[in-house]
């Protein structure tokens, strides 16, 4: 299976500060079809994960372009330009190119 | 809008058995691949399966903790995406969500404990 690595485990943030979390996969996510299939949740306590980014770096409906994904091969980021409030809790990325579709640990955003 | 609803958890002894069910609405579900994805208590997110709809043959694919075990189900008639769990064990204590295959829309999920 592939495995994800994200870092740091724990993000503590100044609020309208600038955030970046890692994800690294053990083996290339480049499809066949040529694309990227990693995404990006967020999980607040106590609620379902809300997906934000899908294929490195398109923004689902609804997210702020404050998020933004980048990245190929088997390194991805998630920077978040200015940190609010709202964006605590748990993110996960995700590949959905080689079966079975695996996550990484989880990155906790917490406020300093 | 797109809903996702699950329901059937439940406190179960090991070994034992248990069916949840995900009722959709606001998309063609009949069209749609369909996943579950578990998470067990303070720990991060594990895929159990995924179904393809019939016009893409339908096939199903699951993780392996739970191959051979666990059986994902759809009745397109019914808007309805249904996992079997059979030969429960304690490591599959859960919450349970059902999700569209791109895990694009996620439902509220169901508690499962395994305990005796």
Redesign the interface.
Known sequence: ?VVMTQSPLSLPVTLGQPASISCRSSQSLVHSDGNNYL?W?HQRPGQ????LI?RVSNR?SGVPDRFSGSGSGTDFTLKISRVEAEDVGVY?C?Q?TH????????TKVEIK | EVQLVESGGDLVKPGGSLRLSCGVAGFTFSNAWMSWVRQAPGKGLEWVGRIKSKSDGGTIDYAAPVKGRFTISRDDSKNMLYLQMNGLKTEDTAVYYCTTAGLGNWGQGTLVTVSS
């Open positions: 299976d995404s949740f379902s994960p809300r997906r899908y689902d996960y995700m959905g079966w079975p579709f695996t996550f990484g640990g989880g």
